[in-house]
């Protein structure tokens, strides 16, 4: 009965929140979202060269479902470059840049094929404990907090891009649905191996092929192939550039995106209000939150 009443209301949210393209990397989440619209909307995958593995599985899906999808394949030049104008954007120097060129990329494809509104699979793993570190939790507490703290830096890319972009997951009905599911039906065991976002898999498996229904949580940075850049770029920056910076940073690669910023923004926000100060770059971070958005530092 709960995964009939789960599959109604994700298809409520969809229904609710369509847009005529979807950001498809093949993982559960986004591929839920495509075998539920209504009308198949156009798929967008990115890949850094042939380093990502979400293309076999977005082909996969889009094959099941016959979606037209659109795939770019983005060369390390072109990631390099577009490093500066997302740093511009999002105001970070967060070590998960990865991440949002992967996102950027797929954001500018859809773009280019004139798509207005797009979709994306945002807030699911919060939601239903996508994520290894939450399988421990007592997600009855995390939950909540987590959904009140969470951002996505897609809504920011989108506006920028001037698309709009349209998160299912996010949609507010659904998450005061998703927060009072039971937590052993988001996390169970089998054979050994645990699993986040059970309910939803069982619920789905019906509908989508079995490699995407049990694909193991990819970061969207490492299934488009874009912690690739990490290797790349730690190369271009010496450590004793690192241990004479002025603020806390963790690697090479940070200290790459922080010279970066400092170029495009040129200063550290400081706390304002009840914002706490980050103890590792002094920006000012929201009181109930943990994650500094400014360097990426965790907990704060």
């Known amino acids: 009965m709960q ?8 298809a409520e949210a969809v229904n609710r929140n369509l847009g005529e393209g979807l950001l498809l990397s093949g993982g559960l989440d986004s591929s839920i979202i495509a075998v539920t619209a209504p009308k198949k909307p156009a798929a967008f995958t990115v890949t850094l060269e042939d380093y990502g593995t979400d293309v ?25 470059q577009a490093i500066p104008e997302v740093i511009g954007v999002l105001k970070t120097f967060d070590p998960a840049i990865p991440n949002d060129l992967a996102t ?5 494809l859809s773009s280019e094929h004139e798509c207005k509104e797009i979709m994306t ?3 699911c793993d919060e939601l239903f404990a996508g994520y290894d570190y939450m399988h421990n939790m007592n997600l009855e507490e995390y939950t909540p907090k987590i959904v009140k ?4 830096n897609s809504n920011m890319l989108g506006n920028y891009l001037s698309l709009k972009v349209k998160q299912p997951f996010l949609d507010p009905e659904f ?32 509908q989508l092929p079995k490699e995407i229904v049990w694909r193991r949580k990819t970061p969207i940075e490492a299934g488009s192939g874009f912690t690739k850049l990490k290797e790349i770029i730690e190369n271009q920056v010496a450590d004793d550039e690192l241990n004479s910076s002025p603020i806390k940073l963790i690697s090479r690669e940070h200290l790459y995106y922080y010279k970066i910023y400092m170029q495009e923004v040129g200063y550290i926000p400081e ?21 500094c958005r400014t360097c990426g530092a965790y907990p704060t």
């Open 3 to 10: 995964q009939y009443e789960l599959v109604k209301m994700v």
């Open 56 to 80: 076999k599985f977005a082909k996969l899906v889009a094959e099941s479902l016959d979606m037209k999808l659109y795939i770019k394949k983005v060369t390390v030049d072109e990631a390099i």
């Open 104 to 108: 950027y990329f797929g954001l500018k």
């Open 121 to 123: 699979g945002d807030g």
């Open 149 to 152: 703290s969470m951002r996505f």
């Open 175 to 206: 998450i005061e649905f998703a927060i009072n599911i039971d937590p052993k039906l988001k996390v169970k065991e089998l054979d050994g191996i645990t699993w986040g976002k059970w309910i939803l898999r069982e619920s789905f498996k019906q």
């Open 271 to 291: 706390p304002r209000g009840n914002e706490k100060r980050c103890l590792y770059c002094g920006a000012g971070v929201p009181a109930y939150s943990r994650h």
